[in-house]
């Protein structure tokens, strides 16, 4: 048995604590957190785990090979990096840190360790994503072009993170899932109508080397719930709708087929295709339940984590130049510097 503890219990850490216990092959045998509710609510719940205020004794116990970090993001450095230190393997939730520097030491810290660093982008293990990037390997819905994404909702309003850190990353995770390429290049603009909070609303553009460009809008100040993105590529469409109940991808043989030769060029020649649409049948699977048996085989046989901190890290780094764009009225930012794009060679 993998002995684990979760630090954490507040909003998302009840359901890591549940899955992890109910996945064969984990042991939970820890719950950390500071606030005395949270822990008796969580003693009510396994009344055979150890409960404590701090992480002193998660970390010293030799029975524990592996720890879950849901915190605040503002603690989750210190957090891996401890539990990294102390020869335990990480899944920390998302954003893996608050900066790109931060990133680059707990994945530099868990390769010389030879520890797995998992990070918790929950959206790659739903059913729904993983038939996205079959249909995207697969050839089916050929060149990428675009990815339109819309996350928005009335609350729950952050304090420590902005709205592009706390919705926008799901989208950040996905492409960066269906991608092969990093962006070079991001664009965003937000404003925040609270006093003295962190942006509520934000605009993100990615630019892509090739033809591909997306584009997400993120709201924690509307009427309405909408999780829906738009996938365009040269041969097929995806609509991908996260609160539909049972269709949550629509496939549309939809498209235009662009007149090449110079002639037709000149005649604006665009023939338009308009075919059927399906939607496949998804499996019924909790995508908690996936990422926790996928930790174990990462842990027991060296399979490589399909959100690894170099994919946290490659997340946070837009994120960075995000944040940065923001600060400079929606400026280019290259991804790589952190640089106006008008300024890099």
């Not at 604590?17 to 500071?34: C, H, K, M, P, Y």
């Not at 008796?40 to 004794?57: F, I, K, M």
């Not at 720890?67 to 230190?85: D, G, K, W």
């Not at 399979?303 to 994919?311: D, H, L, M, R």
């Given at each position: 048995?993998v002995g684990?503890?979760?630090i954490?219990?507040g909003?998302w850490?009840p359901n890591?604590?549940?899955?992890f216990s ?6 939970l ?6 606030r ?6 969580a003693?009510?719940?396994?009344p055979?785990?150890q409960?404590?205020?701090?992480v002193d004794g ?8 592996a720890?879950v970090?849901?915190?605040p993001t ?9 539990a990294?230190e102390a020869?335990?393997?990480v899944?920390?939730e998302?954003p893996?840190t ?5 990133g ?5 810290e868990?390769?010389?360790?030879g ?6 982008h ?7 994503v993983r ?12 060149e990428?072009?675009?990815?339109d ?8 309003f952050?304090?420590?993170v902005d709205?592009?850190w706390?919705?926008a990353?799901?989208?950040l995770?996905?492409?960066s899932?269906?991608v092969d390429?990093a ?11 609270v006093?003295?909070?962190p942006e509520n609303i934000a ?5 892509f080397?090739g033809a ?7 709201n924690?100040l509307?009427p309405?719930k ?12 995806i609509?991908y709708?996260?609160l539909?109940?049972s ?13 090449e030769?110079?002639?037709e060029?000149?005649?604006m020649?665009v023939?338009y295709r ?6 496949p049948?998804l499996?019924?699977?909790e995508?908690l ?6 930790f174990?085989?990462c842990?027991r ?5 399909e ?21 400079l009225?929606?400026c ?10 008008d300024?890099?060679p």
């Amino acid at each position: 048995m993998v002995g684990i503890g979760v630090i954490g219990f507040g909003y998302w850490g009840p359901n890591l604590a549940r899955n992890f216990s109910q996945t064969d092959g984990f042991e939970l045998r820890w719950i950390v957190d500071e606030r005395e509710g949270r822990r008796e609510t969580a003693r009510r719940q396994y009344p055979n785990v150890q409960l404590s205020a701090n992480v002193d004794g998660l970390l010293a116990d030799p029975d524990v090979d592996a720890v879950v970090i849901s915190t605040p993001t503002n603690s989750h450095y210190s957090l891996a990096m401890r539990a990294l230190e102390a020869g335990k393997h990480v899944l920390v939730e998302k954003p893996m840190t608050t900066t790109g520097a931060e990133g680059r030491k707990l994945v530099e810290e868990a390769r010389r360790r030879g520890l797995v660093l998992l990070v918790d982008h929950t959206f790659i293990y739903t059913p729904a994503v993983r038939r996205i990037r079959q249909l995207v390997q697969s050839g089916e819905v050929g060149e990428l072009l675009y990815y339109d994404s819309t996350r928005i909702n009335l609350g729950l309003f952050q304090h420590d993170v902005d709205v592009l850190w706390d919705l926008a990353v799901h989208d950040l995770s996905i492409l960066s899932f269906l991608v092969d390429e990093a962006p070079i290049a991001v664009s965003a603009v937000g404003k925040s109508h609270v006093a003295g909070a962190p942006e509520n609303i934000a605009y993100l553009t990615l630019v892509f080397d090739g033809a591909m460009i997306a584009h997400i809008n993120v709201n924690w100040l509307a009427p309405v719930k909408i999780r829906r993105t738009i996938i365009g590529g040269s041969r097929k469409m995806i609509v991908y709708d996260d609160l539909e109940p049972s269709e949550k991808i629509k496939i549309y043989d939809k498209g235009v087929d662009v007149a090449e030769t110079p002639d037709e060029v000149l005649m604006m020649r665009v023939n338009y295709r308009i075919g059927d649409m399906w939607a496949p049948n998804l499996e019924n699977a909790e995508a908690l339940r996936v990422e926790a048996g996928h930790f174990l085989d990462c842990i027991r046989n060296g399979v490589a984590p399909e959100t690894s901190g170099e994919v946290g890290l490659r997340v946070v780094k837009v994120l960075e130049a995000a944040t940065l764009s923001m600060r400079l009225n929606g400026c280019a930012i290259n991804v790589d510097t952190l640089e106006p794009k008008d300024a890099t060679p």
